[in-house]
Nanobody, 116 residues
Framework: QVHLVESGGGLVQAGGSLRLSCAAS????????MGWYRQAPGKQRELVAT???????NYADSVKGRFTISRDNAKNTVDLQMNSLEPEDTAIYYC??????????WGQGTQVTVSS
C-alpha cells in the first residue's frame, strides 16, 4: 500500500551538486526513520544518511560534511542534498522509510554518476 518514488539523479562533474528527493505515497500511518542508501557496481548496498522522526541525523563517514539529509513530515518526503560530489559517489541511490509495525519500504533507485 506504500511506495516510494525517487528523483533528482543524473550525471554531474566532480565538485558539483545534486539534490535527491523521495516521496512516499499510499496509506501511511506512521514513519519512523527515513534514509538514503547506495550501491556501487560490484559493491554491497551501504547506508548514506538517515534521519529520525525527531530530526536526528546520521551520516556515513565518507559523506559527512558534504551531504545533508532532510525530511518533511507533513509531506512524507525525504531529500538528500549532495555537494562536492566525487567519482566515488557514483552509485544507485535508494530511498528507504521505516514504517511502524511494517518494517522498511524501498524505492526503485535513482542513478547518480559523477565524472572526473
Amino acid at each position: 500500500q506504500v511506495h516510494l518514488v525517487e528523483s533528482g539523479g543524473g550525471l554531474v562533474q566532480a565538485g558539483g551538486s545534486l539534490r535527491l528527493s523521495c516521496a512516499a505515497s499510499g496509506t501511511i500511518f506512521r514513519i519512523n526513520a527515513m534514509g538514503w542508501y547506495r550501491q556501487a557496481p560490484g559493491k554491497q548496498r551501504e547506508l548514506v544518511a538517515t534521519i529520525t522522526s525527531g530530526g536526528r541525523r546520521n551520516y556515513a563517514d565518507s559523506v559527512k560534511g558534504r551531504f545533508t539529509i532532510s525530511r518533511d513530515n507533513a509531506k512524507n518526503t525525504v531529500d538528500l542534498q549532495m555537494n562536492s560530489l566525487e567519482p566515488e559517489d557514483t552509485a544507485i541511490y535508494y530511498c528507504n522509510i521505516e514504517l511502524t509495525f511494517r518494517g522498511g519500504v524501498w524505492g526503485q533507485g535513482t542513478q547518480v554518476t559523477v565524472s572526473s
